[in-house]
């Protein structure tokens, strides 16, 4: 393995050597279609403004330790004039207005969304730390596909299988994690705006970026001042917007353990709750599955993001009988990905969120070795600024360790193996999580077997990581509840 573009500038204008046996020259895409303000305000009632105590933090890129710009952080004045918008609009405005008129609406963010992806695609690299490879052909059209998937709902909501004329719920509280930044907006934002609500939301402290470009988005799109709000801060903002009681709803995206105190902080409070929580999802691969495909979708179910996904496919289950040829073939693989400046366009593996998050993967990744995991990475040279961690396999692994139950969010990957299909089932769904899984075999009778008897709510076969706004994703257990994507996404958004 080797860096790509490594350390943008040092890399500049030089070539890398690839395990390929030749050289990529580096491919940076320009910074220069982006600007970066060095103050963000809040974004209510349809306007950037300071936060009232004026108080403020910063975004840093993480693959420079470079501060891009200081952000408002948000307070109670804040959440309650965003909330006090979001109701005005509400009533008076959205709410009232037709279906195919809010139609019009969402059309045009996704259009917006589309002609300034490029744009999009940079920022989110630069405050990320993600490839712009998956910025660009992941994040960002996938984003647009959402606004325009529930464009084609909002004048048809009669007809989504909830009676007729179901009824918005109002105002919703909505707080989204660092790792999709713009997308997990757009998963939030789509189907709430589209059954008639209105909304406040919070993006993550680490990425607040490409949230106030869709706000600045919002007013291009001209949408009615505070039908959609956008509050930047930490998790004590997260807290006080989901606790105002003039929110009705609340969506939340990120850890357990957070989705764990806003349900006991709203009970009672009659609010509507979807939770999208963490994962530790399985992909297992047997003995008939066609390996080089397998090995892609492996790679693709760890490595995409950094492992960054509560979906990732962290647990490998692989049948003991074809375990050896797998582990081979997989570290070949990983010697040719290329992690280094996330803005080069052949760089496969990008820049680690936060220190904080380096940290938590540094030490799960030192549990997996101190309890007795064989743990392997390709030859790999780290950029000496920002936050990197090298792709890692852990051979040798028990279900009872560490990084076999805990949800690692980065690029680390935990083999274990089984011998029959039964095996494999009781193995999978050794977790409290229930989010996702993946099945790689030839047989189709095999793949409709593990999806009946794996706990987990999407299951992909021979594939992984496929997303689509017509289908709907959400998991079980400590995952949450509810569904987010297709016509079940709109379920949490209305009076059903
Ligand atoms: P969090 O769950 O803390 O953050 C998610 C969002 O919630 C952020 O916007 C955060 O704000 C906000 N938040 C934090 N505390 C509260 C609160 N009490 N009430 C309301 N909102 C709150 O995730 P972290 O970023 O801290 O990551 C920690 C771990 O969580 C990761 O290592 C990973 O394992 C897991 N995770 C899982 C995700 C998933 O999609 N399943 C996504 C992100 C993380 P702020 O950014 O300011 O803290």
Redesign the pocket.
């Known amino acids: 393995m080797t860096v790509s573009g490594a350390e943008a500038e040092k890399a500049a204008g030089s070539t890398v050597a690839t395990g390929a046996g030749w050289e990529y020259a580096p491919a940076p895409e320009s910074r220069e279609i982006v600007s970066i303000e060095p103050q963000y305000g809040l974004f209510v009632n349809g306007e950037f403004g300071p936060a009232k105590k004026g108080r403020t933090f910063p975004t840093i890129n993480p693959a420079t330790e470079e501060t891009l710009a200081r952000v408002a952080l948000a307070g109670r004045q804040d959440v309650d004039q965003a909330v006090s918008a979001a109701r005005t609009a509400y009533e008076q405005v959205w709410g009232p207005m037709p279906g195919s008129e809010r139609a019009k609406y969402l059309y045009r963010i996704a259009r917006i969304l589309q002609e300034r992806s490029r744009e999009f695609a940079v920022l989110e690299s630069i405050d990320n730390g993600k490839p712009i490879k998956e910025t660009r052909d992941v994040d960002i059209p996938l984003a647009a596909a959402h606004f325009f998937y529930y464009a084609g709902w909002a004048d048809k909501l009669d007809y989504a299988g909830f009676g007729p004329q179901p009824r918005p719920l109002g105002v919703a509280g909505q707080?989204?994690?660092?790792?999709f930044p713009l997308l997990m907006a757009a998963w939030k934002l789509a189907p709430a705006l589209a059954a008639g609500n209105t909304c406040v939301l919070?993006?993550?402290?680490?990425t607040p970026l490409s949230a106030l470009l869709l706000a600045e988005v919002c007013q291009q799109a001209e949408l009615p001042p505070g039908v959609v709000n956008v509050l930047t801060?930490?998790?004590?903002?997260?807290?006080a917007?989901?606790a105002h009681p003039g929110v009705d709803k609340v969506a939340?995206?990120?850890?357990t353990?957070?989705?764990i105190?806003?349900a006991e902080?709203i009970a009672g409070s009659g609010k509507k709750l979807t939770l999208?929580?963490?994962?530790k999802a399985a992909n297992v691969v047997f003995d008939d599955a066609p390996i080089e495909q397998a090995i892609e979708g492996i790679v693709n179910g760890i490595f995409f993001n950094q492992g960054?996904v509560?979906c990732a496919g962290s647990r490998l289950l692989v049948q003991e009988s074809v375990a050896e040829h797998v582990v081979d073939r997989l570290r070949r693989r990983l010697e040719t990905l290329r992690l280094g400046d996330p803005l080069d366009k052949n760089t496969d593996i990008g820049a680690i969120n936060s220190r904080?998050?380096l940290d938590?993967i540094t030490e799960l990744s030192a549990a997996g070795e101190a309890e007795g995991a064989q743990r392997w990475s390709p030859p790999c040279e780290l950029p000496k600024k920002g936050y990197w961690f090298a792709p890692t396999v852990f051979t040798g692994v028990s279900q009872s360790h560490r990084i076999a139950r805990e949800?690692?969010?980065g690029p680390v990957l935990s083999v274990l193996t089984f011998r029959t299909p039964e095996e494999a089932v009781t193995k999978a769904n050794n977790t409290p999580y229930g989010l996702s899984a993946g099945v790689w075999t030839e047989k189709g009778s095999r793949i409709l077997w593990m999806a009946q008897k794996m706990r987990a709510g999407v299951v992909w076969a021979n594939t992984y990581n496929r997303f689509d706004p017509a289908s709907p994703f959400g998991g079980y257990r400590e995952s949450g509840f509810g569904r987010e994507g297709g016509r079940h996404g709109l379920a949490g958004y209305l009076d059903v």
């Open positions: 707080v989204i994690p660092w790792n919070k993006p993550a402290e680490t801060g930490a998790g004590e903002t997260g807290a917007v989901v939340f995206t990120g850890s353990e957070v989705g105190a806003i902080a999208e929580l963490g994962g960054h509560c904080q998050q938590k949800e690692i969010f």
